[in-house]
């Protein structure tokens, strides 16, 4: 089967499975009816600073995809791990377990061979387009990660969440290793985060530009 093709059938998946958990809303109803010929009623609980969806920053993803730094396969593949990525942090966890995900258990998941999603994953974090935590101590006993390496979708690409409220730790860890800015591959949107902000946002690319040389003053 052709990577292009397995792309394609694990967003279908991904889709499909996004679909069984959203509420049968025809269903609510039906029981709300019931329960108010009882005397009681439902109500719908509000989530106040949550976004259920994750947000395409298309501009960044035009100018990634004409400068031919991301291949349309390796949107697909991010496209069709939205479900799998966690509100806030941008890891990639299992929705149930909320653990991380090995790229044994995203293979599975999606319907991948392992080391096809291996080599995609390794190019994909070598362009910045997603990262990983590291454990040196492990690096260092056995030359290897033993354990699994928690797995970040680089949030100027998409992120699931306030866009002015990122997580801090996931901003600092782009803006240190920002290849696709080394690469002058030049976003319109960038992350920015300072160590006296609580979280990191989205900004404009002029306004990053502005903060970065007020922050090179200082």
């Known amino acids: 089967m052709k ?6 059938i694990a967003e279908q ?7 069984e958990r959203r509420v049968d809303l025809s269903e609510v ?9 009882m005397g009681y009623g439902l109500y719908k609980i509000k989530k106040k600073n949550k976004t259920p969806f994750v947000q395409m920053f298309h501009e960044n993803i035009d100018i990634l995809i004409k400068e031919k730094y991301m291949t349309m396969n390796e949107l697909g593949f991010l496209s069709a791990l939205s479900p799998f990525i966690a509100m806030g ?3 990639v966890k299992h929705p149930e377990t909320d653990h991380f995900m090995t790229i044994t258990e995203i293979a599975n998941v999606l319907g991948f061979q392992r080391e096809t999603l291996s080599r995609t994953i390794k190019k994909m974090l070598d362009k910045g387009l997603m990262y990983e935590i590291v454990s040196a101590r492990e690096i260092k ?3 290897r990660n ?3 390496r928690p797995l970040f979708v680089n949030p100027e690409i998409m992120y699931k969440g306030n866009k002015d409220e990122i997580d801090p730790m996931l901003c600092d860890m782009v803006m240190e290793y920002d290849y696709i800015e080394k690469n002058k591959v030049l976003l319109e949107w960038k992350v920015w ?3 006296d902000q609580k979280a990191g946002k989205i900004l404009s ?14």
């Open 205 to 218: 690319r002029s306004t990053y530009l502005k903060y970065k040389k007020q922050s090179k003053k200082k």
């Open 3 to 8: 990577l292009q093709r397995q792309f394609e």
């Open 89 to 91: 942090s941008n890891a």
């Open 146 to 148: 033993v354990n699994a």
């Open 193 to 195: 985060h300072t160590h």
């Open 13 to 19: 998946r991904a889709r499909q499975r996004e679909s």
């Open 29 to 37: 109803a039906k029981q709300e009816q019931k329960a108010n010929q």
């Open 141 to 143: 006993l056995y030359k």
